[in-house]
């Protein structure tokens, strides 16, 4: 992209004062104030020249109308990271802490044409044939078992104890995993999204993942897995492990982040209270104003073209500033008036989320079922004391510490019938001990009792 030859001023601290105009999307200055920096970003125009990582050079669309245009063309942006020029040309590595979540795989978020088609169309049937009654009781359930570890303490942190567990437990459900392969599925997504020991926690997740496929080659269950399996796309087992992997972190490091997002807004934002606690609004505010993912969506031209008054190269990587784009003047104007324009957290066009509904269910009955166990949970620090987690693609923060009237676990209460009990397979029983093991393992066994 070509900066306007009158660059603004970065806002202060910004590194970009001396990073020849590129902005950083990186470090603690951009996590404690976003917006600041999205608003100096709009002086270059619908696009900005970023940083996502040291070294690691992308520019961003940070326009409303410049995004959904970018979103809905695939067939002069593609999403094949094949393509990604500064990679092939040696200027990015592996080694890069932005690498895991912009690598080619083999999956529907990376691919085009037909064989995305192909991926996509059989991810989608397979989330469809979840059923949101199913789905509450089942989300119900573990947001019982995680208050019950802190309910009689009086406190918790909300992010570590509730909204980083709660997906991870859900989609563990959702797709069948057994005691064992649940607890490295817990261990590799969070390795992979907190940076700790990534490359050893990608592994561990793609050789859980691995097993879960094999297992449910032999013996099907009533779960996502063997939906997937079952779909007449026919998909290899290589296609399965990657398919499983992108719906297991992808569904749960956003989830996570707009339950926490979402907690944040309800116990810091009195209007909410004084409406009754309105979950469904403070929900769908967080998704305008503090999405989960707030840039993403990598793309990359197909050829040297123009785009919004600028111009890339072919294999140029490009995203898209969900967060921008939401709370730009045009945007905001016209929200405020009423306007039906729909917001982007969920993205657009061909690779919009698959898993939205499924979302939305989990994150109100998680919400719900905490406020009414701990309706007089509030804040134990200060708003302006808590950190946010950096990094260039999620909005997410690092704690959540509450305090609230200490409440005894209540007792955990069996499925009356199968088809009503949560997504299970059959050999976790078998599989688990009675103590011990992974969190995973653990809930397993409460959930017997």
Not at 299 to 321: C, I, N, R, T
Request: hydrophobic fraction near 40%.
């Amino acid at each position: 992209m070509d900066a306007q030859s009158a660059a603004p001023v970065p806002p202060p601290g910004c590194p970009a004062h001396n990073s020849g105009g590129r902005v950083p999307l990186y470090g603690p200055e951009f996590a404690a104030d976003p917006q600041a920096y999205y608003e100096f970003m709009r002086h270059y125009g619908p696009t900005a020249p970023v940083e996502l990582a040291p070294g690691v050079e992308a520019t961003l669309v940070t326009d409303y109308s410049a995004a959904l245009q970018l979103l809905q063309d695939s067939s002069t942006f593609r999403k094949d990271a094949r393509r990604w020029r500064d990679f092939n040309e040696g200027r990015v590595g592996p080694d890069s802490p932005v690498f895991p979540l912009l690598a080619y795989r083999p999956n529907c978020m990376f691919s085009d044409g037909a064989e995305h088609l192909r991926l996509r169309q059989a991810v989608t049937d397979s989330m469809a044939r979840v059923d949101s009654r199913r789905l509450a009781r089942s989300t119900g359930q573990i947001s019982d078992y995680l208050i019950s570890q802190f309910s009689a303490r009086g406190s918790a942190d909300l992010v570590s104890d509730y909204a980083k567990q709660l997906p991870l437990f859900v989609f563990n459900e959702l797709f069948g995993c057994p005691a064992e392969v649940g607890d490295r599925v817990l261990f590799g997504i969070s390795g992979m999204f907190d940076g700790v020991n990534a490359e050893k926690a990608t592994g561990v997740l793609f050789q859980a993942v691995g097993e879960l496929v094999a297992l449910k080659r032999a013996r099907p269950g009533d779960d996502v897995t063997s939906w997937l399996m079952a779909h007449e796309a026919r998909l290899t087992d290589e296609e399965m492990v990657h398919q499983l992997a992108l719906l297991l972190g992808a569904g749960a490091e956003p989830l996570r982040n707009l339950i926490g997002n979402t907690l944040h807004r309800l116990l810091t934002q009195d209007k909410y209270a004084i409406a009754g606690g309105l979950i469904g609004e403070a929900l769908e505010d967080t998704l305008w104003e503090n999405p989960p993912m707030s840039n993403y969506a990598p793309h990359y031209p197909a050829s040297d073209m123009e785009f919004a008054g600028g111009k890339l190269a072919a294999g140029d990587l490009v995203m898209v500033s969900f967060a921008a784009a939401n709370t730009g003047p045009a945007l905001t104007a016209s929200r405020q008036a009423g306007s039906s324009r729909a917001h982007l957290a969920w993205s657009a066009g061909p690779h919009a989320c698959p898993s939205k509904d499924p979302a939305m269910h989990i994150t109100v009955t998680a919400i719900e079922n905490l406020l009414n166990r701990l309706p007089d949970a509030q804040l134990a620090v200060p708003e302006d004391s808590l950190t946010w987690r950096p990094g260039p693609f999620n909005r997410a923060l690092a704690t959540l510490p509450t305090r609230f009237t200490p409440v005894q676990p209540a007792r955990q209460a069996k499925p009356a019938s199968r088809s009503e009990a949560p997504v299970r397979d059959e050999q976790a029983d078998a599989a688990r001990k009675p103590e011990g093991g992974g969190k995973w393992s653990q809930f397993l066994s409460w959930l017997t009792r």
